[in-house]
């Protein structure tokens, strides 16, 4: 049977802040952000209280602050040493292809420590995100990783029939 589309590895480095919103979709990065602002305040008001921060509301507000940081910054980290294995991975010889059949999808994975393939039914597909320059997947059986397609990456088909192919199939809510 034969593709309907195939997309080879390319990456776009001015867009890759695109992802950084859907890794903070991640529950480990909301799971206590609605406490925070609480966090906050009690440790002022531990501060109003006493004129000083006691330790409680010291360690609380420490925690707090670092939580925040890596609220924000842990995402870009991710995001670039993401893209950065890619790029080491699949440089020169080395490639990732995913082709996407009527009714199943095959990815393509060609390093040096050999080629690895696979073929799933859309039905594992857990979540699509679009954004202006790639589709982010997640599967069921790895929830916390991200594939990444670039728009720009078709080998066969458009991007556009891409889309359109995912709408027909229910895949894009």
């Known amino acids: 049977m034969e593709p309907l589309f195939i997309t080879e590895w390319n990456l776009i480095e001015t867009n890759t802040k695109e992802i950084i919103p859907i890794m903070r979709k991640s529950p480990f990065y909301n799971m206590f952000m609605p406490l925070t602002p609480i ?3 009690l440790s002022f008001i531990g501060f109003s209280t006493t004129h000083a921060l006691n330790p409680a509301s010291s360690i609380m507000l420490v925690l707090t ?26 440089s020169g010889k080395n490639h990732l292809n995913f082709l996407f059949y009527e009714n199943t999808f095959e990815f393509q994975e060609a390093t040096k420590y050999g080629t690895v393939t696979g073929n799933c039914p859309y ?3 857990t979540s699509i995100t679009v954004t202006p320059s790639f589709y982010c997947f997640t599967f069921k059986l790895t929830n916390n990783r991200l594939y990444v397609i670039s728009k720009n990456s078709f ?19």
Request: glycine fraction near 4%; hydrophobic fraction near 40%; charge should be positive.
């Open 155 to 173: 080998i066969k088909g458009t991007e556009q029939n891409f889309y359109n192919f995912l709408k027909d199939k229910y895949l894009l809510h």
């Open 123 to 125: 039905s594992m597909i």
């Open 65 to 90: 602050f670092l939580y925040i940081l890596h609220y924000w910054f842990g995402p870009h980290i991710q995001v670039r040493n993401y893209f950065k294995k890619i790029n080491e991975t699949y």
């Open 39 to 41: 966090f906050i305040i």
